[in-house]
């Protein structure tokens, strides 16, 4: 069969070990400074600041729980700091390749399309000239210019339907 047996908790107990308190010594005590002592009494308790809240919880989570927590926290930073650090130098290599072949590229590219112009404008001038120096009219003449460069919309743009028809009329 199981006895019960009532343990006291020690905390619990209201008697404390030392000097046992007498009202009477109370009465000698006497207060220098009331200021200070009312003060303290009224006073709030002083307000903790959150680090020292968190520094507190570390005594709550296990020593095996802290480990793998700061082991997966450090793989994790590692891994940021690592990609971080390969973009970074994947945007240098982008950039300067871009720089330095691209604008190369596209000043050349520029003079060529500049080039290209360039000759588009004297085929037109010659033929122009040619078809209208040796006569017909002046939609022969537009119409052979426009044959020549192969585009009414440029030979429009560049004034040369006015130029033609200007000379012959």
């Known amino acids: 069969m199981v006895q019960l047996e009532e343990v006291e908790d020690e905390e619990l107990d209201p008697t404390q ?9 109370d009465a000698d005590f006497t207060d220098t400074d009331s200021s200070i002592s009312s003060a303290s009494s009224t006073s709030p308790i002083p307000s903790e600041t959150l680090t020292d809240r968190l520094f507190a919880l570390r005594d709550m989570i296990s020593p095996s729980t802290r480990a793998k927590l700061n082991s997966t926290v450090s793989t994790l930073t590692g891994a940021a700091k690592g990609s971080a650090l390969w973009s970074g130098k994947a945007l240098w290599v982008v950039s ?3 720089l330095l072949l691209g604008v190369p590229w596209a ?3 520029a003079e060529e399309q500049q080039m290209v112009e360039m000759e588009k ?3 037109m001038r010659e033929l122009g000239n040619e078809v209208c120096v040796f006569g017909g009219d002046a939609g022969a003449c537009v119409w052979a210019v426009e044959d020549a460069v192969g585009d009414e919309s440029t030979v429009r743009r560049r004034g040369g339907i006015r130029a033609v028809e200007e000379s012959l009329g």
């Open 121 to 123: 404008e004297a085929r």
């Open 17 to 25: 070990p030392g000097k046992e308190f007498d009202e009477d010594d």
């Open 107 to 109: 000043l050349a590219f």
């Open 96 to 98: 300067t390749s871009a």
